[in-house]
């Protein structure tokens, strides 16, 4: 019987390992990747103490720091299941079975889907979802970014160095990311924004080679070398049956991180904790730490 188990290993889900561990907290780690979405993100210019950091190098320092605990870690291993049995909260995986005294879910979200003809037949032949993993592969080529918010503009910022061209096609009447976003990219000769488009099919042959849009109320085709999908993203939650969600599918938490289930934490971006940002993610995984050890206590189950 664990204390504890962290479900994903993304900014709250590292920090609250760490916490965890200065507390003696026995403690696992399940997550089917290490770094989470700050693994995806291009340049960080608002995390304390880096004026300037590569997201890959930032989830490499936050797993560098959790490493130096030897906490263990079961990578590549998806949560199927929750639930909370007497004083056990039982864990299913895709692998395996666990039980501990306490669970913090920090499973953090994945991206949206289009959801338009051709989009499931072009993944990874010229669609992606990740600028900064797939980024690079589209050197000199013209390319189009789908979405409005910090997560497409964070991606046209990256993509300006590397494209001949980005088209950024939202489909709303206006940008709705951080203003110092909008303005580095509408400055950039190199960009194109298209506002009130919608994407209604992606093109090609053996490989993606443009998209159809609707805007002004007709038809047109966009002839493109990549298309990057950055439209939102969805709660990893759907294995926590028996917790309070909000309309969007985010975990329901109070200011300590608790659910509506005893011993069943939750932090980071599948809470419904307002703005999704590294630090903010980091912060809450502390806390539901911090929170975890203070339940034990109370428990008579530290040791």
């Known amino acids: 019987m664990l204390d504890l188990i962290i479900i994903g290993a993304g900014p709250s889900g590292i920090t609250a390992g760490v916490y965890a561990a200065r507390k003696k907290i026995d403690t696992l780690v399940i997550t ?14 608002n995390y304390t ?25 079961r990578e590549n291993e998806s949560v199927t299941s929750l639930d909370v049995k007497g004083k056990a909260v039982s864990v299913v995986t895709d692998k ?21 003809p051709g989009e499931q037949e072009f993944k990874n032949r010229g669609l ?9 592969l589209f050197s000199g080529r013209e390319v189009a970014v ?16 590397i494209a001949r061209r980005v088209y950024l096609i939202n489909i709303n009447s206006s940008l709705n990311a951080d203003e110092i976003m909008c303005k580095k990219a509408g400055e950039s000769s190199l960009v194109t924004i298209l506002n009130d488009t919608e994407v209604t099919a992606i093109l090609g042959d053996k490989m993606v080679n443009g998209i159809k ?5 007709r ?16 709660p990893n939650s759907e294995f926590a049956k028996g917790l309070k969600k909000n309309e969007l599918g985010e975990i329901k938490v109070n200011p300590r991180n608790e659910t509506n289930l ?42």
């Open 32 to 45: 089917r990747d290490v770094g989470g979405q700050a693994a995806w993100s291009g340049d960080v210019e």
């Open 49 to 73: 103490g880096y004026q300037f950091i590569s997201g890959p190098e930032l989830a490499a320092k936050f797993q560098e720091h959790m490493s130096g605990y030897n906490i263990p870690v």
């Open 96 to 116: 395996s079975e666990y039980a501990a005294r306490t669970v913090i879910i920090a499973s953090g979200k994945r991206t949206k889907e289009l959801n338009v």
């Open 128 to 136: 992606t979802y990740c600028a900064t993993c797939d980024g690079p």
């Open 146 to 161: 789908i979405g409005g918010g910090n997560s497409a503009l964070d991606a046209v910022l990256q993509l300006i160095r």
């Open 213 to 217: 849009i609707k805007r002004q109320g």
């Open 219 to 234: 038809e047109e085709v966009l002839a493109l070398g990549g298309v990057f999908v950055e439209i939102g993203l969805i």
């Open 262 to 303: 005893p011993a069943v934490f939750a932090a980071g971006d599948v809470t419904d904790v307002p703005e999704k940002q590294i630090i903010i993610a980091a912060g809450e995984g502390a806390k539901a730490a911090l929170s975890v050890f203070s339940y034990l206590a109370r428990h008579n189950d530290t040791r």
